[in-house]
């Protein structure tokens, strides 16, 4: 098995339905009265985390405690990386303190792949710049998997801030990789040069991609990674490209709406589908304490 987990383009597909059967038996003890296992309990887990974070991190910290390992939190605002320490004399200074896994949140893409390549301790990626998010994309694939318990020739729609879009990039290579038929939908000036060469459809049309949509995942618009002028208006936006109950009516009468976090009211998505019944969103957020539980499992050979 893996000793990192950088992203879903190089984790294959059997890896990928392993960490997903996994997931479901550590959700199935942590909602029961055990919560609580020992296959961590000699190792320790650190969250280094260059970029805000709530359900990641949070969560990373959950499952590391749930499986007994020890856990330490590392902001770098309030760290020696202030002081101008590199990234890796920081992660060689973490094998001294003899952390057995860093999961790493930075700005830059390709940050954790640097990390693993000069640290003893295992790396797991919490999301790299506009790169991947993996962990993020197994718990929406978890989310799914629960209900469908496959992905083949599902009808998957992505819409929003594709182009900066770290979960989207590793839920494209995921969903593809199982079969599923993922359309990713925005104006040009939202979409990467080239996407389509992950496998997937492209679209400026929301309406006419959510017809029939077993799953609309909505994006946070990255307002902090855009340069000006990516869209018109926040009204015009939303107006086009918004999800809500209209559009959401064209789709499968199953659909599951599912958001990574944190959202945009108003923006991509509208509050009446967040609040509403086809909402998944918070159980996502569940879904990503049993994803890391087997992500750390994993890495970790508990
Ligand atoms: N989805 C996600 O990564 O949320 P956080 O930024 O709160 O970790």
Redesign the pocket.
Known sequence: MKKHLLGLKTTSKEEILFILEEAKKFKSIILGPQKKLDYLKNKTVVTLFY?????????FESAAKALSAGTCAIAASSSSIQKGETLIDTGQNLDALLCDCIVI?HSMSGAPHLLSKNVKASVVN??DGTNE?PT?ALLDMLTIYEKHNSFKDLKIVIAGDIKHSR?ARSNLWGLTKLGAKVTVVAPNTLLPLEVERMGCEVSNNLDKAVEGANVVMGL?MQLERQSSGLFPSIDEYHKFYGINQRRLNKADSNVMLMH???INRGLEIASEVVDGSQSVILPQ?TN?IAVRMAVLNMVLGG
């Open positions: 970029e805000n974070s709530t359900r990641t991190k949070v969560s949140r919490g999301g998010h993020q979960v946070r990574p976090g944190p957020v990503g």
